[in-house]
């Protein structure tokens, strides 16, 4: 029977962690998650193996258009009504709640804090598509936002708003959900470090039985699948990059090869741990996406000085129209790209957000939202104005192979700018290396939380499982990629959609269940 919802009734469970796991051959997982979660994924690797990769595409295909067409206000009023919950939650009582108790201290200097949330939450896809959709929206390569008029200075401004859009407070604000759910009800309440944990409050005790398995369960494969559609965007622009600057032929049998070569090293990662392991991959890419930053920034400074701020403008501008989801006449736009970010943020809520949470003990909650929602939205803005404004501009002038040939290819066109710099060769090869080093930061960092969601929120599982779960990603992006062929983009597009549409109702029970844990909590005054 669920009790009530009291102070006594959260912090009273006899429930302890890993209590349903089993032991064996080296494994310690919670027997229901993990063989039912494994299973799953194992059988689909199995069917896109053995079926005709036309037919898994054209099936993949089909699941994507009518999730699209049946859903698209539903993924889009969610996220607005995720970016709501947190802003109010700053500027409410509840914002003085600190995760871990009145008395916890930081686990993490603010930098590395930073570095590593920021690195898992949008590491690979910030370097795939930082060039490619401002570009893309501008030319009208897949329609244009707001069915504003292509390859126009209006356009240009938009095209950066609207890119904006997709990676500022809305994607940032899912993961922050997530996140500080998972913080409270694991350092304020004692609970396990799950998703199940988070409906406690919803369901009792039931939270440890069917319920709760079936919760963990769609954060898995939601988890997982996300994962590897990031994986899939990294492999394909990182062998881009290798063939474009190597000479090699960039094609599917590449694209396999990075994968594998990176899961490797990311199960090395994985097997140091976070300190020994995720938060040094983590400062590595910061410190290398900031000397690429600044030198793109001083190489094109003229017109980086308009455009960052041009960025920030056109943002705030559209968000709002952008945001709504009735009588759009840029459907074809809004189906091709909002729909989809927005399925693909919430299926990587699971990993990021318990990502954050395990290394965000000791913030406030209003700290904490604010340095989740709002300077990572800070950073990418210079970041999408740096990189997308000088795409835009080459287009503009006809400077460079993007601006010769117009925008043709979503993964090289990162490489296509920096060939118009100076220095081009030596940027591609730092833009590689930050590729495959994202790549490993956000393979092993969804590893770790996955491990912890099947083995029952225990944090310090055996090394074993932490490597089944990375060469597991690793092996469905490959099966993605194999059924893509040429085209996939499209299948890891359909994967994503496919997998977050379960979960948008989770997260949205989530919000009200962490409302009515907070409301137990003693706020220090």
Known sequence: MTKGIDKYSIDSTDYTIGQDNVQK???????AVFSISAGLILLFLAVILIADPATAKDVLDGVKLSIINRFDSLFIIAGNIFVIFCLVLVVSPYGKIRLGGVDAKAEHSYLSWLAMLFAAGMGIGLMFWSVAEPAAYYTDWFGTPLNVTPNTPEAARMALGATMYHWGLHPWAIYAVVALSLSFFAYNKGLPLSIRSVFYPILGDRTWGWPGHIIDILAVIATLFGLATSL????????SGIGHVFGIHAGVGLQIIVIFVVTLLAAVSVYRGIDGGVKLVSN???????????????????TVSHTIPETAMSYI???IPLSNPFGRTDTEWMHGWTVFYWAWWMSWSPFVGMFIARVSRGRTVREFIIAVLLLPTFITTIWMGSFGGVGIAQIVNKVGALGEKGF????????EVFDALPMSNVISVVGIVLILVFFISSSDS????IDSITAGGKIDAPVPQRLFWALIEGAVAMALLWVGGSNAIAALQAVAISTALPFVFVLLIMCVSLIMGMRTE???H
């Open 446 to 449: 969804g590893s770790l939380v």
């Open 232 to 239: 899939g965007f990294g492999a394909q622009q990182a062998a």
């Open 317 to 319: 501008e559209n968000i």
């Open 408 to 415: 043709t290819d979503v993964t090289m066109a990162m490489f």
């Open 284 to 302: 590595l890419n910061m410190i290398v996406a900031f000397m690429l930053l600044v030198f793109i920034i001083c190489v094109s400074f003229g």
């Open 522 to 524: 003693r706020i220090k």
């Open 25 to 31: 051959w080296g494994f310690d997982v919670h027997n």
